[in-house]
C-alpha cells in the first residue's frame, strides 16, 4: 500500500512548526485566510521555514484569494501546493495554476452534491480535500462528516488520477477508523493540538497509527 499523504495544517508558530517538521507527516499547512484563529503573516512562515528547513511539501490555505494576495505570500514562502477552500470556479483556480505555476487542492464541502462537484474540476483541480460542511465556516472546525460518503470520492478521484484527503474532526482516537476507507490523505489541524498548540504526544500517536496501518496493508 502506498503511504498516505500527512498534513499537518494550522501551524501558527515557530513551535509548531518545529513540531510538525520534526514528525514523519508528508505536508505542512499554513492558512493565510485573514479573520481566522490560525491566521499567520507571509513573513512570518517565511522566518519559521528559514530557521526550521523542513523535509515536508508546505501547502498554503486561501479563501477566493486575488492573484496579488497569492503573490505576496509566495515572495516570503515556497509554497508547494496551494489549497483552495472558498467559492473558487474553475476558472478561478485556472488563472492561479497559470499565475504560480504550481498544483491546485481544491476543497470540496461534503455535501449531498458533494461528489458531482468533483466532476465540475476534472481536469484542472490536482487533488481535492474532503471537509465538512459548517454554516459560516471555511475549515477547521473539528466537525466529522459522514464517512460512509468516502468511497464516492475515492472513486472520483481515481476516476480523475488524483490525490483526495479528508479533513474534518480527524483525530488520534478515531483516525484508525478513518484508515479503514483507505483515503489517499488526511489533513488535520485541531485534531494534532492541545490547547490551540500543536502537540507532539497526538502526533506521534497519528503518525504511528499511519505507520501500523500500512504495515498491516503492505
Known amino acids: 500500500m502506498k503511504e498516505p499523504i500527512v498534513k499537518l495544517c494550522g501551524n501558527r508558530s ?5 513540531k510538525t517538521s520534526s514528525s514523519n507527516a508528508t505536508h505542512l499547512g499554513f492558512i493565510f485566510v485573514n479573520r481566522t484563529k490560525r491566521y499567520v503573516r507571509p513573513e512570518q512562515v517565511g522566518r519559521w521555514i528559514k530557521k526550521m528547513r523542513p ?12 492573484i496579488s494576495e497569492l503573490e505576496e505570500v509566495l515572495h516570503f514562502v515556497p509554497l508547494d501546493v496551494i489549497q483552495l477552500h472558498g467559492s473558487e470556479t474553475v476558472s478561478h483556480l485556472l488563472k492561479v495554476k497559470e499565475a504560480t505555476g504550481l498544483p491546485v487542492w481544491k476543497v470540496i464541502h ?24 459548517v454554516k459560516g ?13 468516502i468511497p464516492s ?16 474532526g480527524v483525530n488520534p482516537d478515531n483516525i484508525s477508523e478513518l484508515l479503514r476507507y483507505a483515503p489517499d490523505g488526511i489533513d488535520l ?30
Open 110 to 133: 461534503h455535501q449531498e452534491d458533494g461528489p458531482a462537484q468533483m466532476h465540475l474540476f476534472q481536469g484542472v483541480a490536482d487533488g481535492y480535500v474532503i471537509d465538512s460542511k
Open 153 to 168: 470520492y475515492k472513486a472520483l478521484a481515481e476516476e480523475q488520477g488524483v490525490p483526495f484527503l479528508i479533513a474534518g
Open 14 to 18: 515557530l513551535s509548531d512548526v518545529a
Open 137 to 149: 465556516a471555511h475549515g477547521g472546525t473539528g466537525v466529522q462528516f459522514d464517512w460512509g460518503s
Open 189 to 218: 489541524s485541531s485534531g494534532s493540538e492541545t490547547n490551540e498548540q500543536k502537540d507532539i504526544g497526538k502526533i506521534q500517536s497519528i503518525m504511528k497509527e499511519v505507520e501500523r496501518n500500512v504495515a498491516s496493508i503492505s
Open 55 to 66: 523535509n515536508q511539501k508546505l501547502v498554503g490555505v486561501f479563501v477566493n484569494p486575488t
